[in-house]
């Protein structure tokens, strides 16, 4: 099966979602990706027009993400005689970005089957920028309602990182035998042997900068856990619109605030699991969540609407004691730390894989080839 992949920017060097899509290759399938040559939130590296990494062949014809994000978006020639000289047999899009290329390639007569994936189907997020609805929740689902609605009969499927949404099925009637599930993907590469001795002064933060990751939680956090914890130093690993958090937090704290803007996939990774626990209070988001787990490496993650088990395989505090009394039980409780870093690992060898996920990406396109919804 030939398989055109729409990414808003996929480069191996600095993405996870790369290992899946290069699985799929191992699993018999010729892959073609078309992005953006920069991500705009993983790295300023800008990617090869032309490029073949492990069997994938990287097309990225847009400079930047956003110019994948207009409706009616109209592809040059040149990008539809690239891909019509690859023939795909379906295109598998990652996020409405990539949707709205595949849309422009279908009217320009490349009709293949359709399937989008998302990291979860809440219709708000369907609504790129808080503005665009007044920062009004209810403006923003209805919106995000309607933008699905629209786009519904474009896609022969749908593809959720998040497991509950299958049984959301009220939210999304129009989709109705068309939802599938797969689990984010959070393949280790080959990192040393032997892991760095973990830090026990470090909290460790890696990811976006941006409003859904509620980085400005920490300016009402960090104080009280470097006063009331054993936690000395927070190192942020990340870029974006709220860099000024970090500022801000760098003027307070001074050199207890480590901040790198952009590290390689490999790098963040021996990074992160050089830290003796990891912070986030995103409520979305699943490459951090992954990424902790698969370095063994335990999770404080209190906004987090995910599946995530309390004080199994992360620290879910419902307060601000609570989440103190938390970090302090990781220090003086080394059996928990363990059994916090040891359930995360199973979950990942279980669930977040290349193979794994490459599989559930497999599993879907198949269910959807003889369900050809583009117009």
């Known amino acids: 099966m030939k398989i055109l992949a729409i990414f808003p920017g996929l480069n ?12 799929l290759v191992t699993l018999g399938h010729q ?5 953006a040559r920069t991500s705009e939130l993983k790295s300023k590296e800008v990617g090869e027009l032309f490029e073949e990494v492990k069997g994938v062949s990287y097309y990225r014809p847009f400079y930047t ?23 795909p047999d379906v295109v598998f899009a990652s996020s409405f970005r990539g949707l709205n290329v595949g849309k422009a390639l279908a009217r320009a007569g490349i009709k293949v089957p359709m399937v989008m994936r998302v990291e ?12 665009r609805y007044l920062s009004i929740s209810w403006l923003g689902r209805l919106l995000g309602r309607v933008k699905w609605r629209a786009n519904a009969k474009y896609l022969s499927g749908v593809v959720t990182t998040n ?6 099925k009220n939210e999304h009637p129009y989709l109705e035998g068309r939802i599938f599930y797969a689990p984010h993907c959070n393949q280790l590469p080959s990192l040393n ?24 939680r920490w300016l009402d956090s960090v104080g009280p856990i470097f006063d009331k914890t054993p936690v000395e130093r927070f190192l942020i690993v990340g870029d974006g619109p709220y860099r000024h958090v970090v500022d801000a937090l760098q003027k307070r704290f ?31 988001g699943w490459g951090f969540i992954g990424d902790c787990w698969a370095t063994a490496t335990p999770l404080l993650a209190p906004q987090s609407t995910y599946g995530l088990v309390k004080n199994f395989d992360a620290l879910k505090p419902a307060t601000r004691d609570t989440m103190l009394a938390d970090i302090n039980r990781l220090y003086s409780d080394p059996a928990f730390h363990e059994d916090l870093a040891l359930n995360g690992y199973k979950r990942y060898q279980n669930n ?10 497999e599993a879907a396109i198949k269910s959807v080839m003889n369900y050809d919804k583009v117009e």
């Open 12 to 23: 191996p060097k600095y993405d996870d979602l790369a290992h899946a899509i290069q699985e």
């Open 31 to 35: 892959v073609m990706v078309v992005a």
């Open 65 to 87: 993400a956003k110019e994948m994000l207009a409706n009616g978006l109209k592809v040059s020639d040149e990008i539809v005689e690239n891909v019509k000289a690859f023939a």
């Open 120 to 131: 979860h189907l809440d219709p708000i997020h369907a609504i790129y920028g808080r503005r």
């Open 163 to 168: 497991a509950a949404d299958l049984y959301a």
């Open 193 to 216: 042997a032997t892991a760095p001795a973990r830090d026990k002064n470090l909290m460790v933060y890696i990811g976006s900068l941006i409003r859904d990751k509620n980085c400005e």
């Open 254 to 284: 001074g050199n207890r605030i480590e901040h790198i803007a952009s590290l390689p996939r490999t790098e963040a990774l021996e990074t992160l699991r050089s830290g003796y626990f990891a912070y986030t209070e995103a409520q979305y």
């Open 352 to 361: 977040h894989t290349a193979h794994i996920v490459a599989r559930h990406y």
